[in-house]
């Protein structure tokens, strides 16, 4: 377990996997700094949802990972670092990369270049299955080449290397942290969870679609966040990658198919050609290998697919949560 008196910066806490780290060291009675995108609205993303009481306990930090000296700022007297602020939609790195570059793989950087300055207990760096780009063979292991399928995916890439090469060089005791595809509560509009289910939910009939037949590894948050947590918490681990996944695949077909059974059964997949990627770009088959975190940790997964899925589908038949996403268009 993780020290109590340890200070604990995470970067992109303001998003969905981040926001559900920092309410689990929340809750766990730990020391959190929460790094959260600066804007004119100074809104704090998903933390904005939390109860008063909860949010007292967090320092909020507001600033930009692309900037230099808000980093170093914002890393002073921290121990342990997540580092999970990243851009994400693969749609928009077709037409925005250098958006790309300069957060993935330069805010990175900055991450990396003050924790060394500081010295730093731990880093962990989130990565992505996607990095690996169409299976070769499965399960994917963590010695699966990489492939950069998508401007996202190679920028990714990019910042793991970067990575890699600081603990090779200075030694930094960092993590590379990959989750395959995380789902729940929270989730950005833009995956394909949130896009289902919210179409169901607003009662449309016909639920656009991109690719149906492409496999995706599928783990709940929660079981996201606890392997990020006991990764941490072991010293087998620094200095190597590490997969979050749970040795299973589904078609993304299949996926919409069990949740239009559950939701409105009646409903239909109807293909839209807008939503597809590039076929070149398309990751055809994700099926994570789970091994070296079930040898080096004491991560197991907790929440089955179906368990996590109604669990999503719940926190979105919440009034308040559906009304926050916009069922009626593709977000890119």
Do not use: C
């Not at 679609?209 to 918490?233: C, N, Y």
């Amino acid at each position: 377990m993780l020290a109590k008196s340890k200070k604990i910066l995470v970067t992109g806490a303001d998003g969905f996997i981040g926001s559900h780290l920092v309410e689990t060291l929340v809750d766990e009675g730990y020391d959190v700094r929460a790094f959260v995108y600066y804007n004119s609205f100074n809104s704090w993303g998903w933390l904005d949802s939390f109860p008063a009481d909860k949010l007292k306990k967090i320092e909020i930090f507001a600033g930009d990972i692309r900037d230099p000296n808000g980093v170093r700022t914002a890393m002073k007297d921290v121990n342990i670092v997540f580092h999970l602020a990243a851009l994400i939609a693969i749609p928009f790195s077709y037409h925005s990369p250098d958006n790309y570059v300069d957060t993935n793989i330069k805010g990175t950087l900055n991450i990396l270049q003050v924790a060394r300055d500081y010295n730093v207990e731990r880093v962990l760096v989130t990565s992505t299955s996607e990095v690996y780009g169409t299976a070769l063979y499965v399960p994917i292991d963590e010695k699966h080449p990489k492939q950069g399928q998508s401007p996202y995916s190679a920028t990714k890439i990019g910042a793991d290397y970067l990575t890699d090469s600081f603990y090779r060089s200075f030694n930094l005791p960092v993590t590379i942290v990959r989750p395959f595809n995380t789902y729940g509560p929270r989730q950005s509009a833009r995956a394909v969870i949130p896009t289902i289910i919210t179409q169901l939910l607003n009662g449309k009939k016909e639920i656009k679609l991109g690719a149906l037949h492409p496999t995706r590894d599928l783990l709940f948050v929660k079981d996201t966040v606890r392997g990020f947590m006991e990764i941490a918490s072991s010293p087998d681990v620094i200095g190597e990658e590490v997969n979050i996944a749970t040795n299973s695949e589904i078609t993304i077909g299949d996926l919409a198919q069990k949740l239009i059974n559950t939701i409105l059964p009646d409903a239909k997949i109807i293909s839209d050609d807008v939503r597809l990627r590039p076929e070149k770009s398309e990751v055809e088959r994700l099926f994570g290998d789970n091994k070296k975190i079930i040898s080096k940790t004491n991560w197991k997964q907790q929440v089955s697919l179906d368990e996590g899925l109604q669990l999503t589908i719940d926190w979105f038949r919440q009034k308040e949560n559906l009304n926050r996403y916009k069922a009626d268009i593709y977000n890119v």
